[in-house]
């Protein structure tokens, strides 16, 4: 896919749940899909905001260790610029909620981000292998949980992958 690369971003700090999220512009984001889209006979529909998480809430309090200083320097020593590739996949995932089990779907779209590979193999090297094996994505479409299901490696996306898809 021939998609122009989002502006280099600088350090977005972490969000009120303690992550470190990048966000993505929402003009860069369309999709072939429209706005609702079904795939297999799941509906799912349109995020409204866009970001690549570049640490979970789990990482996030596990590389306090390092020192948001020093995470920051590190940050600024990236060309943190994510390009869209039109790689898609769906992802399920049964996530426990007050009322029980919720069905959660999302279609990510997978990002060339060499930045992110940078960033968490550092953080690997000096904390432990939690921050190995990203997964760049951005979440273009949800059901059940607004906020998407969450990718934090490798091994994640092998659990959750539905499969690869094709618009």
């Not at 996030?60 to 590190?74: K, S, T, V």
Request: hydrophobic share 45%; glycine share 8%; proline share 8%.
């Amino acid at each position: 896919m021939d998609s122009p690369a989002h502006p280099a971003i600088a350090w977005p700090g972490f969000d009120a749940e303690r992550a470190l999220v990048l966000p993505l512009l929402a003009g860069l984001m369309a999709t072939p899909f429209g706005e609702r889209c079904q795939i297999d006979g799941v509906r799912l529909a349109r995020k409204q905001e866009f970001h690549v998480t570049l640490l979970d809430r789990q990482m996030a309090r596990a590389a306090a260790g390092y020192g948001e200083p020093q995470l920051r320097a590190l940050y600024a020593t990236l060309q943190w610029t994510p390009r869209r590739t039109g790689r898609y996949a769906l992802l399920h995932e049964t996530k426990r909620s007050g009322s029980g089990l919720l069905e959660c779907w999302s279609l990510i779209e997978h990002l060339q981000f060499p930045a992110m590979r940078s960033f968490r193999t550092v953080l690997a090297q000096a904390l432990g292998p939690v921050f190995d094996d990203p997964v760049p994505h951005v979440t273009h479409f949800v059901r059940g949980d607004p906020n998407g299901i969450g990718v934090p490696h490798v091994r994640a996306l092998d659990r959750l992958l539905v499969r690869a898809v094709v618009p």
